[in-house]
């Protein structure tokens, strides 16, 4: 035979592109068209209906960047229409779509004229059925037009302003479409479904393989029947054509795939935040409007915080919604506030993220998600398995390590075993995507990329355009019918994470494991690019960690009165922030704008907030007192207690030496030469240099940063290969402050003046390092350094409730792969004997190095924290100005000295007058022992929680003491329900005996 396959496919194309699709619609009359322009930011939709609308041309441009154009639309649907067997009329509405890029582009959502929602128009959903309007065979509604620009650009990457409201510009960025009445033709809407499916198929079939053929065979017969000037009278001949090769039941060992309804909707990204509120009520509009149509749908929705939004603002359509969840359609998950990165908050933030999220979904709809549902943040902190299961969830879900550069994870199903060995059901859907189309691409990709072939067969497939495209569609749902049972194709049923999950953990035993961090091989950048928000964050955890902290103590001491409405609503803001586009700094400069306004006014809010706790405890004096809200004693302070504090020592001495300083506190010595650089730390304990033989520490080194792609997220490790040492100082001079040494250097990083401030104080054991910056760079990193005489193969990195090991050399792809990584507070290298802590106030990147020097076989290990980046994308102007960073290093520490510094670091020292000292709520008799936050109970109760873990990763042991009359001591889970917990026992009165595992967590409820 002949081969024509590819004549005849190039036919199908053109025939289902000219004759089919043309014909789903079979006629159309325009609408009448009036509108309104809101003049700033979005209105209400009652506030958009008292205004006058003026006619409306067809086809005119519309739409400033970020503005709202409201259409009023109007007509009557002619005689006879909708009235065949096969036919239904519906409103067609076309902004000025473009097909691609479903969720980058404007949008709109239709209203009826009492203020209710309908649905959305989408750019794959322009249509609404005549029976949503309620009118009869009259059409009178009102569409609220969205004019958000294409950030997206088809993905160049190029330096935009439209991510900034004030350099955005006024010209249209769309023209009106076909806006009109039209009648479907169900038939052909259906062929056309079919034809899809099977056309998808076919073109995934291996070419030696008979159905493939057969398809093919069916789809010529298809076009040879059917009338080309006729499609709507062949239709129904054309779906008999193909009914046969539509009917022939899937293989006995096909792979079955859980479809379940997903419209990943970033919480802000190349948006504000405004505009994601607005996104989630297109799409759950879109998602209730399909649910009313097909019972069996089934839609996965994450994030607290947007079904708190739609409370909020959209309370009419959080009343569907709620119905939904109690019949089963509307399925919460993941149980998180939002979907957050997970490598940079801090444990108790990581920790909230799933109290809010849980307890939202458990007092407004009575469900508690089991699973942990991340598709999209930026890799998964190994602390992560923990706490999930502390917070009552057995299950996991991503999908983003698909995106790895170098590796590919070797399982889709496994245990993923945390810092403490803590295990956790884990999958990727191997359809390595969360906006799934149910194409046949995709479906026989999920197939084909299962890694756990043989031992499971099963994976999930989040389906549904994102980020505002729509959610799913009717057209997927017909795709997911279709292949419910379908030869040569996986077998697709629409169902919820959970049916999945429970029946992938039945049938996948001996589940191989995983241990440790989710490492993302890309999106490196994150941990440093928007330097202003990760300060804020940073600072608001502790802030948080203060005002409860006090707040406790001040309601349990005396009369004081909690205030946990407020510390919950700031809590909550704080966690919107750390989603996975904000706190990564991989956002639009509107975005950061809000998150930096934000953390000011949180500051301000938990300065007011701590100061009245700490006058309800002090009392009315003249003494002052130092507020340890540390877990360690600090000057002669108690942890977490006040009192006033010890004298710090003799002051710190500065000699001038060589042109440059030395600083000497009796604890530490340090040596900064002629160009401020650290040439000697020693410390007087152990006599012991840190800084390798002839390298320079506080070296500032500026590198070009221009990534293949993906520019606020990516650092490429080719950067290292174009590097500046900035070697030179312009001025270095001393400064005395209080009973410290101050050494100032004047230095520049490209066009950007530097000046940096080293600090010694009277009886510290580390060096402060505080560089602030001009920032004016374009497409440059900022590293510091320091050059360490220690042979360390592993560094060690905090990390929630805990802290991670990575080796430092590059043995492996895997290895090679973590050039650069994220620590928390500190990071520590050392080998046996002898350690250096680094520690830092608002910096997460860091890169670990290694060399062997010639001259004497010793080992140079160089820890570098990056500073600063200036990305063009997708904010050209990311951190420009000033920017101050602050960093010390410890010499001779050992893991609980860098904890113990990363605190000190965050928390600085508060002093306060007042009258009298106060007593700790708490005390822990072995300094292993972390108290990382002291609150009240969540219920109201009055009872004390207190959250601690185990920091030095390995077995300890010791007593925690409550300073108050106590009726009870309770073990519970995150959301402070009674739960088991290993190691913990009750001991006299008020007292816990603690007997931890490494990095092992608890939380415990003190009854008063």
């Not at 097909?294 to 739609?310: G, I, K, L, T, Y």
């Not at 030179?728 to 000046?755: C, F, K, Y």
């Not at 910056?773 to 042979?791: A, H, I, N, T």
């Not at 005390?923 to 609150?935: G, T």
């Amino acid at each position: 035979m002949h081969d024509d396959r590819r004549i005849t496919e190039v036919r199908l194309d053109r025939f289902v592109r000219e004759r089919i699709n043309p014909a789903v619609y079979t006629r159309s009359v325009p609408l009448n068209l009036s509108s309104w322009d809101a003049p700033g930011e979005p209105v209400t939709v009652m506030d958009a209906l008292r205004h006058e609308f003026l006619p409306q041309e067809h086809g005119a441009a519309w739409g400033q960047p970020w503005g709202t154009k409201w259409l009023r639309l109007q007509g009557d649907v002619p005689q006879a229409w909708g009235t065949g067997p096969d036919t239904t009329v519906e409103v067609v509405v076309d902004l000025g779509f473009i097909n691609e890029a479903p969720g980058f582009q404007c949008e709109g959502i239709a209203w009826r004229p009492d203020g209710t929602i309908i649905k959305a128009i989408s750019p794959r959903n322009q249509y609404i059925p005549l029976k949503l309007l309620g009118s009869g065979m009259a059409v009178d509604f009102y569409v609220e037009a969205a004019a958000n620009p294409d950030m997206a650009q088809g993905w160049t990457f190029a330096a935009t302003p439209y991510g900034d409201k004030a350099t955005a510009g006024t010209a249209p960025q769309y023209r009106l479409g076909r806006i009109a009445i039209a009648e479907l033709n169900q038939t052909v809407w259906e062929l056309q479904q079919d034809i899809w499916t099977l056309s998808g198929l076919m073109h995934e079939l291996p070419m030696e393989q008979p159905r493939r053929h057969e398809i093919l065979r069916a789809l010529e017969r298809m076009m040879d029947l059917m009338d080309p000037d006729d499609v709507a009278g062949t239709a129904a001949a054309g779906r008999e054509a193909l009914a046969e090769v539509m009917s022939r039941p899937a293989y006995a060992s096909a792979h079955q795939l859980v479809a379940t309804g997903h419209a990943h909707i970033d919480s802000a990204w190349l948006w504000p935040v405004r505009e994601t509120i607005r996104k989630c009520a297109r799409t759950f509009s879109n998602v209730v409007a399909l649910m009313d149509e097909d019972p069996s749908f089934v839609f996965s929705c994450s994030s607290a915080q947007q079904f708190a939004w739609m409370k909020e603002f959209y309370p009419e359509l959080f009343g569907r919604i709620r119905e939904k969840v109690k019949a089963g359609q509307f399925v919460p998950v993941g149980g998180m506030w939002v979907e957050s990165d997970t490598n940079m908050p801090g444990g108790e933030a990581m920790a909230r993220q799933f109290v809010e999220g849980k307890h939202f979904f458990l007092q407004e709809f009575g469900v508690e998600c089991k699973e942990a549902w991340l598709p999209d943040s930026f890799g998964y902190s190994a602390a992560l398995p923990q706490i999930v299961r502390s917070a009552g969830s057995q299950w996991f879900l991503t999908q983003k390590i698909s995106w790895n550069q170098i590796n590919r994870m070797p399982h889709h199903t496994f245990n993923w075993e945390g810092i403490d060995g803590t295990r956790l059901f884990t999958h990727f859907p191997p359809v390595d995507t969360y906006n799934a189309e149910l194409s046949g691409r995709e479906l026989a990709h999920a197939e084909r990329n299962f890694r756990d072939h043989g031992r499971a067969n099963i994976s999930l497939v989040p389906f549904g355009y994102g980020d505002g495209g729509g959610g799913p569609t009717r057209e997927m749902l017909a795709a997911a019918q279709r292949t419910a049972d379908l030869e040569g194709s996986p077998k697709v049923r629409v169902g919820s994470a959970e049916s999945f999950f429970t029946a992938a953990e039945e049938g996948y035993a001996g589940l191989p494991v995983w241990v440790g961090e989710m490492y993302l091989e890309l999106h490196r950048g994150t941990y440093t690019s928007q330097a202003q928000t990760k300060r804020g964050n940073r600072r608001s955890e502790h802030l948080l960690r203060e005002a409860e902290l006090w707040c406790t103590t001040a309601a349990v001491r005396g009369s004081f009165a909690y205030p946990a409405a407020e510390l919950k609503r700031l809590w909550r803001l704080v966690l919107l922030q750390q989603f996975h586009d904000i706190l990564p700094g991989s956002a639009i400069a509107w975005v950061h704008q809000d998150a930096e306004r934000n953390y000011a006014a949180i500051s301000a809010d938990l300065e007011t907030i701590i100061g009245q706790a700490a006058a309800a405890l002090l009392g009315e004096g003249p003494r002052t007192f130092l507020l340890n809200a540390a877990p360690h004693a600090r000057n002669g302070v108690p942890a977490l207690g006040a009192a006033e504090p010890a004298v710090q020592g003799e002051p710190a001495q500065a000699t001038a030496e060589d042109g440059g300083y030395v600083l000497d506190n009796g604890v530490i010595r340090a040596v900064l030469d002629a160009d401020g650089l650290l040439a000697s730390l020693t410390d007087y304990a152990t006599g012991r240099e840190a800084i390798a033989p002839g390298e320079r520490g506080n070296l500032l080194e500026l590198h070009r940063d221009t990534p293949n792609e993906w520019d606020a997220w990516d650092i490429d490790e080719f950067y290292r290969r174009n590097v500046t040492a900035l070697a030179s100082a312009q001025e270095i001079r001393l400064e005395h402050v209080g009973s410290g040494a101050v050494v100032v250097v004047s230095r520049v990083a490209g066009s950007s003046p530097v000046t940096q401030r080293i600090t010694l104080e009277a009886g510290s054991d580390s060096l402060s390092i505080t560089t602030a910056v001009e920032w004016q760079e374009s497409e440059k990193l900022l590293k510091l350094g320091f050059p360490l005489d220690v042979k360390a193969d592993r560094s060690a990195a905090e990390t929630q409730f805990g802290h991670v090991f990575r080796p430092t050399h590059v043995n492996t792809s895997w290895e090679a792969a973590k050039f650069e990584i994220c620590a928390h507070r500190w990071i520590h290298v050392a080998e046996p004997g002898y350690g250096v802590a680094i520690s830092n106030a608002a910096t997460y990147g860091h890169d670990v190095t290694r060399t062997v020097r010639g001259t004497d076989g010793g080992t140079t290990t160089t820890v570098r924290l990056s500073l600063l980046r200036a990305p063009k994308f997708p904010d050209p102007t990311a951190d420009r100005g000033h920017q101050e960073l602050t960093v010390t290093i410890r010499p001779g520490a050992g893991i609980a000295e860098a904890v113990e510094e990363g605190y000190r670091t965050n928390l600085a020292p508060r002093l306060v007058r007042g009258g009298h000292d106060v007593q700790p709520l708490f005390a822990v008799d072995n300094p292993a022992l972390v108290i990382e936050a002291v609150k009240l109970a969540e219920d109201g109760s009055g009872d004390v929680v207190v959250r601690l873990y185990e920091s030095l990763g390995q077995r300890s042991s010791g007593t925690l003491t409550a300073g108050f009359p106590v009726k009870d001591v309770q073990a519970t889970d995150l959301l402070e329900r009674p739960s088991a917990a290993p190691g913990v026992t009750p001991a006299q009165e008020g007292a816990v005996n603690l007997a931890l595992r490494p990095f092992q967590l608890v939380t415990l409820r003190f009854v008063r």
